[in-house]
């Protein structure tokens, strides 16, 4: 009964490579987002879709390509992959159309180590 | 534009002692406001949250006010347990926005 998960869990691989990471939520929810975590542990919203639309596109490079196929699914694709990328990637969700203030629910992340 | 600052950690402390996590943000309007707490080796939960000026959110023995006059959102609980070593995340969103404003985090440590 997951409500926001992700595949996989953990990805190792090696520079140059192209990988993708997939999201689903199962709480109806009309928005996704997707976030880095640096080893600082900092957050960083990198993307957001409401509706199988980009609504958020901050300065991410143009190697990364999110993907929304409908309202449930947000995949994130990464071209090129480089050192710098290595991170914790997590996917959230939230339900925009009642506003924002219900908070976003956010998946147990994927840890991806770039060799 | 929006910004969250909570307190530097890492904070460490002794079973049942008091923890308080400082919280202030800057904000036009009047943002909701949240904390996070990520256990280790996982992903975000919500922890509680404020809509208001005066609401108080609680959970799991957690509790924070949303205090406009000095734009803060500091968190509190009275007798921490080990169970409660996690990163926590101050977050705000603006009222007619859905993004996020995350504070830096600050790592809870707590010692049998």
């Known amino acids: 009964d997951t409500a926001v998960s992700q595949t996989p869990k953990y990805l190792v691989t090696q520079m140059g490579n192209d990988k993708s990471i997939k999201c689903e939520q199962n709480?109806?929810?009309?928005?996704m987002y997707w976030y880095k975590q640096d080893s600082k542990k900092f957050l960083k919203i990198m993307f957001s879709?409401?509706?199988?639309?980009?609504?958020i596109n901050e300065t991410v490079p143009n190697r990364f390509s999110p993907k929304s196929p409908d309202k449930a699914h947000l995949n994130l694709h990464i071209n090129s992959l480089e050192l710098g990328d290595s991170a914790v990637y997590f996917c959230?969700?939230?339900?925009?159309?009642?506003?924002?203030?219900?908070?976003?629910?956010f998946g147990p992340g994927t840890r991806l180590t770039v060799l | 534009g929006n910004s969250v600052t909570q307190m530097e950690g890492p904070v460490t402390l002794s079973e049942e002692a008091f923890l308080t996590i400082n919280c202030t943000y800057t904000?036009?309007?009047?943002?909701?406001l949240f904390w996070y707490v990520q256990y280790p080796g996982e992903g975000l939960q919500l922890l509680l949250k404020?809509?208001?000026?005066?609401d108080k959110g609680s959970n799991k023995g957690f509790e924070a006010t949303y205090r406009k006059e000095t734009t803060s959102f500091h968190l509190e609980k009275g007798s921490v347990q080990v169970s409660d070593s996690a990163v926590y995340f101050c977050?705000?969103?603006?009222?007619?926005?859905?993004?996020?404003?995350f504070g830096a985090g600050t790592t809870v440590t707590v010692r049998a």
């Open positions: 879709y409401n509706n199988k639309e980009l609504i």
């Open positions: 977050a705000l969103v603006r009222s007619n926005d859905y993004k996020l404003s």
């Open positions: 959230a969700s939230s339900q925009v159309a009642s506003g924002g203030a219900r908070g976003q629910y």
């Open positions: 709480l109806g929810h009309d928005t």
């Open positions: 904000a036009t309007g009047y943002p909701s």
């Open positions: 404020a809509t208001k000026a005066d």
